[in-house]
């Protein structure tokens, strides 16, 4: 059995990844620094992908809030009492204090619980907010049905259940549906974008809030 | 790597489905740092997976509730298929059996499925009073890491309470002394070389009297 399609125009056409990151995170330190009131920026810049880390580590959600809060706080009191050895990479440090974080956090090294500040996260605006945040579970479940509904061929149902649900690795999938790599991502490159389609549908941006990250492009 | 390659290769679907080596994991996640894009993929492939798992385990409970009670009891280990039996010594079963059962035999088999591991509830593991050894099937572990076993300290228990051995579809088959078990919950994780751990799950036992649960 073979699987037959085109590569997607897209994959070719993507946007190249951000410029002038670097300039960002030096004038990020530097407000830091200075104690200007530009916390909020560097949630809105970092939670998302921090949040992913953790995720990612298998941290509930509640437990990851407190290690976004932690990873945070450290960095701002490493800014303004030693300074970063590269501020240029700040993204570097959160994520390396992150990972570290969640290593601990495992460990059982964590046993007292930080407290949030709520405040801010009840006021940060919806760039700083994942998908699943932003979107009731009624309606993401929705959106989920309606995409295993609308993939056009049984085999790419299959593909997504073995991938996600039992958690095949590709490899084993690729071999028993007999599709080369190109043609398994063409699978996933349909169905994220059948997905966005119906995101879109529902009033939603596909995956980005906005542009809040886009300063660093 | 950049963007383009990331993105060519739905590094984003591999990444929700663990799928990637530690070094493009890492090289992934320090890109994600400055790309909202990938962060936006990684959210919705999250969110499809966790969904269908989601879904799964409705469905699995739904199914539950309608057989017969003697059987439910065991078979409910929560998110854990219950792989199988048995036999005296050696002669472990590689793959999952779909028929489970629990026989007073002195080796009890399971299977983990994906939607066990990293959960944050222990799964018990429900076996014959007088089991001599407890033998897990772990799926999924990267063949560069270790599989740990911890106690609930988050000890790493001896060498003689367990042992470990990698299968030719890469899952690893784990030995238990149930006395392990009989101590309090067991946390699994996944160890790289350089120290970082990746939490697989946590398991308890729960004892019941021989051969109550043949019917």
Known sequence: ?217 | MDHIHFKANQTAASYVADGLDEATQEAFELHMMGCSECVGDVEIWRAIKLDMQRSRSQGHGAARRQRPPAFSDWRMAASLVGAGVVGAAGGWLGKSTQVTDLSSSRTAVFSMSGTARGGDECTALHYASDTQAVVLRVPGVSKDRQLAVLDAERRELSAGQYSARTQSDGSRLLRLDPQVLRNGAVHLEARARDGSTEPLGCITGEMVPPGSERQ
């Open chain 1, 1 to 217: 059995m073979t699987y037959s399609g085109s590569t997607p125009a897209e994959l070719r056409a993507e946007k190249p990844p951000a410029a002038g990151a670097e300039r960002n995170d030096m004038s990020l330190v530097e407000a830091i620094a200075g104690r200007s009131n530009l916390q909020n920026e560097l949630y809105v810049r970092y939670r998302r992908p921090l949040l992913q880390v953790f995720l990612h580590r298998r941290i509930a959600r509640d437990a990851a809030e407190d290690l976004l809060q932690r990873t945070f706080l450290q960095a701002i009191k490493k800014i303004r009492t030693e300074g970063l050895d590269d501020p240029s990479n700040l993204g570097g440090y959160l994520y390396r204090t992150a990972t570290k974080l969640a290593t601990a956090y495992w460990r059982g090294e964590l046993s007292h619980r930080h407290e949030n500040d709520a405040e801010l996260l009840s006021s940060l605006k919806d760039e700083a907010l994942s998908l699943e945040e932003r979107l009731d579970h009624e309606q993401l479940a929705k959106c989920v049905r309606d995409l295993m509904g609308q993939l056009p061929m049984k085999r790419d149902r299959e593909v997504l259940e073995r991938y996600y649900l039992h958690e095949e690795p590709r490899t084993a999938i690729r071999e028993s549906l007999q599709l080369t790599d190109m043609q398994f991502n063409q699978v996933l490159w349909r169905a994220r974008q059948r997905f966005g389609d119906i995101l879109r549908r529902h009033g939603l941006a596909d995956g980005e809030p906005d542009a809040a990250q886009s300063t660093q492009r």
